[in-house]
């Protein structure tokens, strides 16, 4: 994807210098939630500072978790477009390798998980509700697959736009 002109805003970046979220996430808890929260869309337990797979307290609060206000807002943090002949003909297993980067995730970061996989004139896009996953997932990829990876990470929007492409 060299000499593409990019998205407004987003400029590539390398692998080994992705920045930190130093960046207000509108999605992030203006201050802590009440312990213990859970969240009524999917069931993650907010304690301990932090959401976690863990079973419903009694008398718990009701929010909905970062995650899920994401996907009911249709707003991803993260995009992965994979494409390619390699990809076109190894699509199920790719696929199938990209699940399975995020159930690892998920099962420690509730936050982060596909919304959606998606066919599109350019590839396959894959939209995460984090930039971490989406990062983890394009790593994934060209760790098991090489290709061409890149980053595009919009600060002013706290989102994250990866690339493989074989």
């Known amino acids: ?15 080994d210098r992705l920045p930190l979220e130093t960046v207000m996430d509108s999605y992030k808890a203006k201050g802590k939630f009440s312990e213990p929260t859970v969240c009524p869309d999917c069931g993650a337990v907010f304690h301990a ?10 008398d718990a609060h009701l929010e909905v978790c970062p995650a899920c206000h994401r996907v009911r807002d249709h707003f991803p943090a993260g995009y992965v477009l994979v494409s390619g002949e390699f990809f076109a003909k190894h699509e199920q297993e790719i696929l199938q390798l990209i699940r399975h980067r995020e159930a690892q995730e998920k099962a420690e970061h509730p936050l982060q998980r596909i919304m959606a996989i998606e066919k599109t004139k350019h590839g396959t ?7 971490h996953l989406a990062r983890g997932i394009g790593e994934a990829l060209h760790h098991a697959y090489q290709g061409e990876l890149e980053f595009h990470y919009n600060s002013d929007q706290n989102r994250l736009r990866v690339s493989w492409i074989r």
């Open 1 to 15: 994807m060299t000499n593409q002109s990019h998205p407004a805003g987003f400029h590539p970046i390398r692998r």
């Open 49 to 58: 500072g932090r959401w976690q797979w863990l079973e419903k307290p009694k």
């Open 125 to 131: 896009e894959v939209t995460t509700t984090d930039v």
